[in-house]
C-alpha cells in the first residue's frame, strides 16, 4: 500500500520540481487520485524448479483539474526463474488486460490474467512467453491507516502540496501461475507450489496533490 502512495508522490514531484516557471503569472493545477490493488510474492520449488515471482496488480481513477482521469488497470509480474538443468531466466511484463474482484472489506481479491513477460535486450539469451495467472487473495491482518503529507517548494517557484490516506491489510495469495518457457517443448510449467511468502490488499481512500507554480 505504501508503494502506491510513494510512487505517485515521487513521480509527480520529478515532473514538477524539475520544471522552473517561466510566466509572471500563478499557475495551479490540481490533481484528485484513487488507486486500489494487490500484491503478493512467491517463492519455492519443487525438487529442481526454484521461481521466485511477484505480481503486481493496480487500479487509479480521478481527475486533473476537473478533467475525469482513468487509467486502466494494471497486472505486474516479474519473474526469476531458475532450475537444476542450469535454466536461468529474468522476465517481466504487464497487462491491461484481466479480470480482478476487490471487497470493500479488503478481507478477499482475485485475479485471472495471461500476462506477456519477456527478458530485458541486455539478456544473453532473449525468450518472449507468456505468465498464466489465476490468484485469490484472503486477508490475514486487521485493516491499518496511514497518512501522508508531505509540502515542498523550490527555488523555481514551484510549490507542490501532497496528501493521502491509505488502508490496507496483509494477505496470502493461493492459486497456479504457469509458463510455457522454450525448452519445456510446449508445456506450461508451474510456478506456484505453495502458498505466497508476502502479500497486501490496498487501497487510497483519498488522494491530492496540488502545484502552484509562480515566477515573479
Do not use: W
Amino acid at each position: 500500500m505504501k508503494r502506491s502512495v510513494s510512487a505517485l508522490s515521487v513521480s509527480l514531484f520529478a515532473i514538477t520540481l524539475g520544471t522552473s516557471a517561466h510566466a509572471s503569472t500563478k499557475v495551479t493545477e490540481s490533481y484528485q487520485l484513487k488507486n486500489r490493488g494487490f500484491s503478493a510474492s512467491f517463492s519455492s520449488n519443487n525438487g529442481c524448479a526454484s521461481p521466485a515471482m511477484t505480481v503486481y496488480f493496480s487500479e487509479t481513477v480521478g481527475d486533473v483539474n476537473g478533467v475525469p482521469l482513468t487509467d486502466p488497470p494494471n497486472t505486474l509480474v516479474l519473474l526469476n526463474y531458475v532450475d537444476c538443468n542450469g535454466h536461468s531466466f529474468q522476465l517481466m511484463g504487464s497487462t491491461f488486460q484481466q479480470q480482478f474482484t476487490i471487497a470493500n472489506d479488503l478481507s478477499s481479491a482475485t485475479l485471472s490474467a495471461v500476462v506477456p513477460v519477456s527478458t530485458d535486450e541486455f539478456s544473453p539469451v532473449q525468450v518472449s512467453t507468456t505468465v498464466t495467472l489465476s490468484l485469490t487473495f484472503t486477508a490475514t491482518g486487521p485493516i491499518t491507516t496511514f497518512n501522508n503529507q508531505k509540502e515542498h517548494s523550490n527555488a523555481g517557484g514551484v510549490k507542490v502540496k501532497f496528501s493521502a490516506t491509505a488502508e490496507g491489510r496483509l494477505a496470502q495469495a493461493t492459486g497456479t501461475a504457469t509458463v510455457d518457457l522454450p525448452f519445456a517443448g510446449g508445456d506450461d510449467l508451474p510456478l506456484i507450489f505453495a502458498p505466497s511468502i508476502e502479500g497486501s490488499i490496498n487501497r487510497n481512500t483519498t488522494g491530492s496533490l496540488t502545484v502552484t507554480k509562480t515566477k515573479n
